[in-house]
């Protein structure tokens, strides 16, 4: 079974002075971690609320410093539960995240067939089952 899995983290980020310098800082800041060993992990803003329900930018500003709310989806393949999904995205992100708090957002599993159809259409060959790429052999003569 595979799962695409959405992690929270919470970064810090320094010296700023509006919303959008924050997410831009914290999106590279986190970006720099993850590369190149997960650079498979899509970055995204996150999304706050308030209690009554109102909507909040991600980055929450106070005295020049930033605590920005960003999502980390990637995909965790071959895995048996979906709690086995989520254990393995906080680990190899944690790793890399070291003193960033992270929660598990949502898992949802994966369609195997959808994956395998995509896999096999990008195998090499045309509609009419043609080899596009010539043999090995073809490009050493």
Same mark, same amino acid.
Do not use: W
């Given at each position: 079974?595979?799962?695409? $899995?959405?992690? =929270?983290?919470?970064?810090? +980020? #320094?010296? /700023? !002075?509006?919303?959008?310098? @924050?997410? &831009? *800082? %914290? ?40 605590? $920005?709310?960003? =999502?980390?989806?990637?995909? +965790? #393949?071959? /895995? !048996?539960?979906?709690?086995? @999904?989520? &254990? *393995? %995205? ?52």
């Amino acid at each position: 079974m595979n799962c695409r $899995v959405v992690v =929270e983290a919470a970064v810090p +980020v #320094f010296d /700023v !002075e509006t919303p959008d310098e @924050a997410i &831009r *800082i %914290a999106i590279s800041k986190t970006g720099e971690m993850l590369n190149p060993d997960l650079n498979y992990v899509e970055i995204d803003m996150g999304e706050r609320t308030s209690p009554s329900g109102e909507e909040l930018p991600p980055a929450f500003i106070a005295a020049d410093e930033a605590l $920005v709310a960003l =999502e980390l989806e990637m995909t +965790v #393949f071959n /895995v !048996e539960r979906e709690e086995h @999904a989520s &254990r *393995i %995205a906080r680990k190899e992100i944690g790793q890399r995240l070291e003193n960033i708090p992270l929660e598990v957002l949502s898992v949802e599993v994966i369609d195997e067939d959808d994956e395998s159809g995509e896999e096999s259409t990008d195998g090499g060959s045309d509609e009419n089952g043609d080899d596009v790429l010539p043999e090995f052999e073809d490009l050493i003569e």
